[in-house]
């Protein structure tokens, strides 16, 4: 198994990326916050348990986060490449992922840090809309659909997630500030932090990501 992270604030375009990634390569999308939204929507024991902290802008805790991981991981096949979006987020699970990496005889070859000011970051969410059928992400005005309120891949409603509220947006980005930023420090020790400008188009961050990884 080998894997990579795309690391950065909330709104920073990790999985907007991360989809035209899906796109290029054979990389396989991991995303702890689509995992956590989908465990929500089937009312499982872990979206149950993960549903408050979510509301609140804040992290879920670090067990039930590994834990997911963890499962995914052991399902995937050995020579799976992994792209990891907005996991991990604290150190202490940035340690666990490496043990599992380990466990599995794989390894980390690059972590993304996907810069870009904050104003753009708080533009991005409040405009963010996505598809309540097929999942799509779009953007008003940056990515508008054809149709106000319609996804065009689908047909299906637009919707704004209960998170992208400007209350716990601010909180999201504080925390971002206090939990996760200091896995820039701890990656780049590894010598494997790459910054990457991210407040151009995301064809033009994915193509950074690229040349890096070529
Ligand atoms: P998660 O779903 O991971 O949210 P996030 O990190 O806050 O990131 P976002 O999804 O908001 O942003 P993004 O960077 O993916 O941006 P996007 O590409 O959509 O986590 C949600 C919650 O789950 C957390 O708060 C926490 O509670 C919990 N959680 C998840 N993982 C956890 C973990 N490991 N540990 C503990 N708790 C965890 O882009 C945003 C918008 O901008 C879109 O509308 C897009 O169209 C637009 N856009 C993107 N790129 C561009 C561009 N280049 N130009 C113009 N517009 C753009």
Known sequence: MEAIILLGAPGAGKGTVAEALVKKTDLQHVSTGD????????????????????????????DIIVGIVRERLEAGADDERVMFDGFP???????????????????????????????????????????????????????????????????????QR???????????????????????????QQGILVRVDAARTADATRDAVLAEMS
């Open 89 to 159: 987020r604290t150190l202490e699970q940035a340690r666990l992922l490496d043990e599992a990496i380990q466990d599995l005889k794989g390894y980390l070859t690059h972590v993304f840090l996907l810069e870009v000011p904050k104003d753009i970051l708080v533009q991005r969410i409040s405009g963010r809309r996505i598809c309540r059928q097929c999942g799509a992400v779009y953007h008003v005005p940056n990515l508008p659909p054809v149709k106000e309120g319609i996804c065009d891949k689908c047909g299906g409603e637009l919707y």
């Open 35 to 62: 995992m956590l939204r989908a465990a929500v929507k089937s009312g499982t024991e872990v979206g149950n348990k993960a549903r408050s902290f979510m509301e609140a802008g804040e992290l879920v805790p670090d």
């Open 162 to 188: 209960p998170d992208d509220n400007e209350e716990t947006v601010l909180n999201r980005l504080k925390v971002f500030e206090e939990q996760t930023a200091a896995l820039i420090n701890y990656y780049e």
